[in-house]
């Protein structure tokens, strides 16, 4: 199961998915504290919360990918 994720997430894909989710989060954010609207109970600042949270994702994802490249590098 492991070995099914760390694949997963050494593809491009997961990147991409994590930026653009954590841009329409902060967008989403943005635009209801402008309008100062709720949507389903989130304030605007628990959608740009939830867009950084993403923006951690990035983060972590290619910190996780330099460590695989690492691991290679001292195995091979």
Do not use: Y
Not at 21 to 46: E, H, Q
Not at 55 to 62: E, K, P, R, S
């Amino acid at each position: 199961m492991i070995e099914k994720l760390m694949e997963a997430l050494a593809q491009n894909w997961s990147i991409f998915f994590f930026r653009i989710l954590g841009i329409t989060l902060v967008i989403v954010g943005i635009v209801t504290a402008a309008l100062s609207v709720t949507f389903a109970g989130f304030t605007p600042v628990l959608w740009v919360l939830l867009g950084i949270c993403s923006f951690l994702g990035v983060i972590c994802h290619t910190l996780f990918r330099i460590v695989m490249s690492m691991e290679r590098r001292t195995q091979d």
